[in-house]
Nanobody, 126 residues
């Protein structure tokens, strides 16, 4: 059974930083696309970042609003993906969830991911 567990969320002031972790069990995710998504109250789930294995190395993708502030990375030995979030803004507030996409497809479409974690709350105060 594949399981994803996120951690690292919390309350932070604007301009602060958080590092989210997503650890997988039941599946080795080294060659899978891993994505981070967020959902704010009353809004649709939105793509944040993804890390993709192209056969030789990893490629990162970000939504425009987080480019230059967020960094996605992975530690294959720990079967874990991270999201380093710097210069946080109130509009970054939401529940952040990680997900696994097991086939090559659009990385920004949440409906194309196969496994999901429960999410971790990130709240950025102004």
């Amino acid at each position: 059974q594949v399981r994803l567990v996120e951690s690292g969320g919390g309350l932070v002031q604007a301009g602060g930083s958080l590092r989210l972790s997503c650890t997988a069990s039941g599946r080795t995710v080294t060659y899978d696309t891993m994505g981070w998504f967020r959902q704010a109250p009353g809004k649709e789930r939105e793509f944040v970042a993804a890390i993709i294995w192209n056969g030789d190395f990893s490629i990162n993708r970000y939504t425009d609003s987080v480019k230059g502030r967020f960094t996605i990375s992975r530690d294959n030995a720990k079967n874990t993906v991270y999201l380093q979030m710097n210069s946080l803004k109130p509009e970054d507030t939401g529940v952040y969830s990680c997900a696994i996409q097991t086939r090559d497809d659009s990385v920004s479409e949440w409906r194309l991911y196969d496994y999901w974690g429960q999410g971790t709350q990130v709240t950025v105060s102004s």
